[in-house]
């Protein structure tokens, strides 16, 4: 959805440019003090695992920030180099150089402006469309490879070893023997420190980590323990980056082109471009889902930008460009509004890159292993595994397979048997040959802003193609029912890939709801699990005729919907844009919602009628983090009578209780000790809001305690612990949100609600 389409009554996106630095100034550059805290020792960790000019990765990050920022397709998405790419890096070194180090890194920045150029072809041919379409699960096999290649090699300098083999498995089996016989007791003692204070960290709020993240924390300690060791005077003081032939600009080097077109160079060149452009693309969805404006990345537009990014590193020295996931997520979380964040990022890091870098040299080196080991972690633990076989097997057999692959025949096999593993897989559960890359579409445009599409065939991934030209055509804005009841499967990459249609094609009040997938098993109880279509001759233990089969959930919901004369529509439907803007789901993927129905409420003072809608809704923080996802129940209440401030209502935690004594903003009644007491009121308009909650509403909030709500553009959105809520709870809060309206309207009210009020 493009959110420049957005009604009023919505919200309103930054405006970009001069405009924007204007008005977001001050938001802009508080989060880019975060994300360049953050920043600075990446860069410098990622180009030391790369056995790169440690400056190297400064250099990128910086024309990432001052250059690339402003035209890449992604709004909030911060240009750095990449941990992805740092085997690829080493390999390709090693592979132009032939055994000469300084050779293959000139070589081999010549091949990075290649590879830049490469990538802008692959933007304006629209390459991304189809990169779109590989598995994420394909790429995180990747990623959990390349990071156990890291990981193996970092090991040996986490001893004090520089490593001198190849390969994941013989770095493991050499390991043992350097760390009985080569290892440096001093070095050892810093990296068991420096890693204990990093891996702890991830015990404490992420809150209080981007205050003071914790990888710039243990460059402190490692510069403290460097020093009381005595490590830049003993016997090996090549252990300090001063020493280590890996720090200053005089060890830059500049591209050498004479063997550009050597099908060695092409080979790598092609590589680099190609994994450059797959990561980028899966940060990118995964940073999506964090900007509370829901703005969409332009795929193709962003692999331009990053082509003539990696062109510009390529000339100066520095090191590969992608979209990082890990600096955006922070920059999008400390409250960036537009792009002019990232180039504060860049100044920053300019200014360090002039004044400071010559410090660096009384660091001991392995720090920067010991972040690496810890940033590598998140792509080989158990929860990322975990939460792929969640998901399905299915998806767990692909990810194993482009693992295994990966570790024996490198990452461009690797990429194309994850890839054919996905067909297999697609094939195994009842696709045909034909249904692979084609499917039976039929669309049905119905003249009241509806629109049907049967998809008559297996839908699968390697498909989707097909089916997106069908849906393009639909106007855009128009109510889209997607009916999958004879379609024999229906997997999990295809359900991902069509909820972004919604965001895609710029529709406004328009979704997607899919039809027919009730009649399908799932292979996992994830939401979004591959399903195959039942065997028809059963029957289902709540069949009717004139009903769909309900699962205990929507029985609940039904129940309540039936007592309300409300029609309940169960269906998984791709319309999260109808409550974006509110800040329950900040941080969250407004993935969808189900189990849907509405009621309105008709003032006895005003003809307007005001519409209650409740749902369920997913949220995701996507597969890295599947497990951190879930399910919540909302009441969102549109159409008032009246205008009412923008504020938000929530319980008052320990935390905001603490921080109001630092100045943490909370409105309070002196009248009404109880109300602020329990409740957080937050919002900008103070006397409109005082005037909102008078006598009448603060009184009834006081002895209803159980919901928290936010308004926003004259829409209240109420919900209850972050959970869903049962029959009971769902009966409580349409009862709540009934008089709470009437109030809002001045109206008495019923005896039932007094008597209420005064238990």
Known sequence: MSMQNLNSHDFHIPQEGFKGLRRHWKSDLLASVFVFVIALPFCFSVAFGAELPIVSGLITAIVGGLVINFIGGASMSIKMPTIGLVPIIIWGIHHLGAGYPDAGLELWLAVLVLAGIFQVMFGLARVGDLLALIPDVVI??????????????????????VPESEGAFQLLLEFPSNLIYNSNLDIVFISVVCLTVLFISTTFRKRHESIFPVSLAVLLVAAVMGWYLDIGNKDGSHYLLLDSGTLLTSNLHLPEFSRIYSWEALEVALVVALFSSLESLLNVKSVEALDFYRRKSIINQELIALGFGNILCGLLGGMPMSSSMVQS?????????????????????????????????????????????????????????????????????????????????????????????????????????????????????????????????????????????????????????????????????????????????????????LQGIEDHESISEHPLSSRVLKDKTRKSKYMDENLTRFNERQLDVLAVASINNAKLRPNLTYDGHR?????????????????????????????????????????????????????????????????????????????????????????????????????????????????????????????????????????????????????????????????FLRLICQEELNETEEVLEYI
């Open 329 to 513: 997520a922070t920059n999008i979380n400390s409250g960036a509004r537009t792009r002019w964040s990232g180039f504060f990022v860049a100044i920053y890091l300019g200014v360090f890159f002039i004044l400071f870098t010559s410090m660096l040299g009384y660091l001991p080196w392995v720090v920067f292993s010991a972040v690496l080991v810890y940033l590598c972690h998140n792509l080989l633990s158990k929860r990322l595994i975990s939460n792929i076989k969640e998901i399905g097997k299915d998806q767990l057999v692909i990810y194993a397979c482009t693992m295994l692959f990966t570790l024996f025949g490198g990452l461009l096999i690797g990429l194309l048997a994850g890839w054919v593993c996905s067909l297999l897989v697609s094939l195994y559960l009842g696709a045909t040959l034909k249904s692979l890359f084609v499917a039976t579409v039929k669309v049905v445009n119905f003249s009241n802003g509806h629109s049907k599409i049967a998809i008559k065939s297996p839908a699968v991934a390697s498909n989707y193609l097909s089916i997106r030209r069908q849906i393009s055509k639909i106007p855009k804005g128009n109510q889209i029912y997607m009916d999958f009841s004879k379609s024999d499967v229906v997997d999990y990459s295809l359900m991902e890939l069509i909820y972004h249609h919604p965001y895609n094609y710029n529709t406004t009040e328009g979704s997607i709801e």
């Open 140 to 161: 995180y096999g990747l990623l959990s490879t390349i990071a156990l290649d890291i990981f193996a090699r970092q090991l040996h300098y986490l001893v004090g070893v």
């Open 579 to 739: 409550l974006q803007g509110f800040s329950f789901s900040l941080g969250y993927d407004l993935k969808y919602r189900e189990n849907k129905f509405n009621k309105t409420y008709q003032s006895n003072l005003t003809d307007k009628t005001t519409k209650i809608e409740f749902s369920d809704v997913f949220l995701s923080r996507g597969l890295r983090m599947s497990d951190q996802s879930r399910h919540v129940s909302v009441l969102l209440i549109t159409d008032l009578p009246y205008d009412i401030p923008n504020f938000t209502l929530n319980k008052e935690g320990i935390l905001a209780k603490v921080l109001q004594t630092v100045g943490y903003s909370d409105i309070n009644f002196d009248d009404f000790p109880k109300f602020s007491e329990y409740y957080l009121l937050q919002g900008r308009e103070e006397a409109e809001i005082r005037k909102f909650f008078d006598a009448r509403i603060l009184s009834f909030l006081e002895i209803h305690q159980d919901f928290s709500m936010e308004c926003k553009h004259n829409r209240i959105l109420i919900q209850k612990d972050m959970n869903l809520m049962s029959r009971i709870e769902i009966e409580d809060a349409i009862l709540f949100v009934e008089s």
